[in-house]
């Protein structure tokens, strides 16, 4: 079975769990809420295991928790690859603007509507069902390049934690490429993946210095 093949055979399964995660209410700026980011955290951490990461581990930063998983290529010379995620979504106020509740996810004209579908807990996922594709099609048991994912759950409230946490955890961190998959996925919304040289903590405190890009960048411009 190719790729493509895998994956529309398995969207299914996919979507449903996606819903199940956008109906926690992971919104980091709400210190009512901080119990969902957790319970977010732990379902992440949950499902990648399932989907197959031999490492997935809820990290403690002092503030709302990250989650890190690993999944190493049988080559350990094999380039390392950094995906970059946030599980902690908006405030969802004014409930009024809704026209479905925010936290229960529907389909509608083949898309999937609820507060972090496309930012970022759509984006975050997919990758659980590309390299299961990936390994599918190939037939292999581990994916050609070593694939690590750094899923923050402050990045709504300002990532007060995360330079530090990525101080601390800067070997386990350390790759050759940065993958930023954290853009709006609106349809004509311009994104560009970001990837640069070792060590991933210079190119993260890179783009941690610009100007918040969501919401604000002009459809089609990519990120700089
Ligand atoms: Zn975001």
Same mark, same amino acid.
């Given at each position: 079975?190719?790729?493509?093949?895998?994956?529309?055979?398995?969207?299914?399964?996919?979507?449903?769990? @996606?819903?199940?995660?956008?109906?926690?209410?992971?919104?980091?700026?709400?210190?009512?809420?901080?119990?969902?980011?957790?319970?977010?955290?732990?379902?992440?951490?949950?499902?990648?295991?399932?989907?197959?990461?031999? #490492?997935?581990?809820?990290?403690?930063?002092?503030?709302?928790?990250?989650? =890190?998983?690993?999944?190493?290529?049988?080559?350990?010379?094999?380039?390392?690859?950094?995906?970059?995620?946030?599980?902690?979504?908006?405030?969802? +106020?004014?409930? +009024?603007?809704?026209? %479905?509740?925010?936290? +229960?996810?529907?389909?509608?004209?083949?898309? @999937? #509507?609820?507060?972090?579908? %496309?930012?970022?807990?759509?984006?975050?996922?997919?990758?659980?069902?590309?390299?299961?594709?990936?390994?599918?099609?190939?037939?292999?048991?581990? &994916?050609?390049?070593?694939?690590?994912?750094?899923?923050?759950?402050?990045?709504?409230?300002?990532?007060?934690? =995360?330079?530090?946490?990525? $101080? $601390?955890?800067?070997?386990? #961190?350390?790759?050759?490429?940065?993958?930023?998959?954290?853009?709006?996925?609106?349809?004509?919304?311009?994104?560009?993946?970001?990837?640069? &040289?070792?060590?991933?903590? $210079?190119?993260?405190?890179?783009?941690?210095?610009?100007?918040?890009?969501?919401?604000?960048?002009?459809?089609?411009?990519?990120?700089?």
């Amino acid at each position: 079975m190719d790729v493509r093949g895998y994956v529309e055979s398995n969207a299914r399964e996919f979507i449903d769990d @996606l819903k199940q995660w956008l109906t926690i209410p992971s919104i980091s700026a709400d210190p009512a809420r901080h119990g969902d980011v957790r319970h977010s955290a732990a379902w992440l951490a949950g499902h990648l295991r399932r989907a197959g990461f031999p #490492l997935a581990e809820v990290w403690d930063t002092g503030g709302l928790p990250a989650v =890190f998983a690993e999944w190493p290529a049988a080559d350990p010379a094999a380039p390392v690859v950094l995906v970059y995620g946030h599980h902690d979504v908006q405030p969802a +106020e004014p409930f +009024e603007e809704w026209h %479905s509740p925010p936290f +229960e996810p529907v389909e509608r004209d083949g898309r @999937l #509507l609820g507060r972090g579908a %496309s930012d970022d807990k759509g984006q975050v996922l997919i990758h659980s069902l590309g390299v299961r594709a990936a390994l599918a099609a190939s037939g292999a048991a581990a &994916p050609p390049v070593t694939i690590k994912l750094i899923v923050e759950g402050e990045e709504e409230s300002g990532s007060e934690h =995360f330079a530090a946490l990525l $101080r $601390r955890e800067r070997e386990r #961190l350390a790759c050759d490429v940065h993958v930023h998959r954290h853009a709006r996925a609106a349809p004509g919304g311009g994104h560009a993946d970001r990837a640069g &040289p070792r060590p991933a903590l $210079r190119i993260v405190r890179r783009w941690r210095a610009e100007p918040p890009a969501r919401d604000v960048r002009p459809a089609g411009r990519p990120a700089r």
